[in-house]
């Protein structure tokens, strides 16, 4: 299967003669909707229905008595859109031809096991895969705010601006929506492309120690220096930007090097490095490239 990163969504690139026709990524247990828990396994009894996305739904309708043999059946709005007798072991899949591509896979899961018992019979199911039957279609000439498309081939979908992009200073400006911005520093000596990421906060558990310990001491971290990025991009979204700007270092001879954590409303060593006038214009042949990745 291939797969691309394009506006900060993840697809699946349905076309293998081009990369342009993406269908989003419904479940994928493994990676993003696996069941409470972080199980990476599904079960259901017979007659059970299983919700999925845009409409679709699965049911194991009967275990046979040996329990060698599954009948599944998926619905689409209610409808039987395809069923198959399976023996566990085997891939349940189910394929439709879409935009003239043959053969599409729009939902897959691997019959790992069935048990009949007294009450219920019961079907586990893993590596469960769902697409969108709606996919995006990219054309060239497409436009995405200031980029255009510009070439489309079987592993990339490249974007290139047509005219010079401005920045003001010690902003955050947005290139792409949320998929790609851009920070510029206060005096315009840097600027960067990065990605935001929203994380889910962890658990937080009442200590249950002893409330009149002592407390414990942690020590205060020195001006290690550091180096402040200067040109970072990357379309599949793996930026990771500082708020804060970096220490300054010193030489053993007292002298002071340019750096970014020296940005203060005044620049002795560089007076010319403030245009005056707030805005930094660059960016004249900034581009952005998806690429295709391959799933084994």
Same mark, same amino acid.
């Given at each position: 299967?291939?797969? +691309? ?14 990369? *342009?026709?993406?269908?989003?990524? &419904? ?19 017979? !007659? ?11 049911? /194991?309708?009967? #275990? ?20 198959? #007798? &399976?023996? @566990?072991?085997?891939?349940? #899949?189910?394929?439709? =031809?879409?935009?003239?591509?043959? $053969?599409? =896979? ?50 990339? +979908?490249? &974007?290139?601006?047509?005219? =010079?992009?401005?920045?003001? &200073? ?7 929506? $949320? ?15 990065? =990605? ?14 002893? /409330? ?7 020590? #205060?971290? *020195? ?22 700007? @970096? ?27 403030? /245009? !005056? ?14 690429? +295709?990745?391959?799933?084994?």
């Amino acid at each position: 299967m291939r797969f +691309i990163w394009f506006m900060g969504c993840e697809y699946r690139s349905l076309d293998p003669d081009k990369a *342009n026709l993406l269908s989003k990524i &419904l479940i994928c247990f493994d990676k993003y909707d696996a069941p409470e828990g972080g199980n990476t396994k599904k079960t259901l009894a017979t !007659g059970e229905i299983w919700e999925l996305k845009e409409g679709y739904s699965l049911v /194991p309708s009967q #275990v046979d008595l040996e329990g060698s043999k599954v009948y599944l059946n998926l619905y689409k709005n209610g409808e039987v859109v395809y069923d198959e #007798v &399976l023996e @566990p072991g085997n891939y349940f #899949v189910y394929n439709e =031809t879409i935009d003239d591509v043959d $053969d599409i =896979t729009l939902f897959t899961c691997h019959v790992d096991s069935a048990f009949r018992g007294t009450d219920s019979n019961v079907v586990m199911l893993s590596v469960v895969r769902q697409y969108s039957d709606n996919p995006k279609k990219i054309e060239i000439g497409d436009e995405y705010g200031d980029f255009e498309v510009k070439e489309i081939t079987s592993t990339m +979908i490249r &974007l290139n601006n047509a005219n =010079t992009i401005s920045f003001s &200073l010690f902003t955050r400006e947005e290139l792409l929506g $949320d998929w790609i911005k851009f920070r510029v520093s206060e005096n315009g000596w840097w600027g960067y492309a990065y =990605t935001e990421t929203a994380c889910a906060a962890p658990e937080v558990k009442e200590s249950t120690g002893n /409330p009149e310990s002592s407390p414990v001491e942690t020590a #205060v971290a *020195n001006n290690t220096p550091t180096t402040a990025p200067t040109s970072v991009a990357d379309a599949s979204g793996d930026t990771d930007a500082s708020e804060d700007a @970096p220490a300054p270092s010193q030489e053993d001879s007292g002298t002071t090097k340019n750096d970014p954590a020296q940005e203060t409303g005044t620049d002795a060593a560089h007076p010319e490095s403030v /245009p !005056g006038f707030g805005v930094l214009s660059a960016v004249a042949g900034l581009f952005a490239v998806a690429y +295709i990745r391959r799933l084994k």
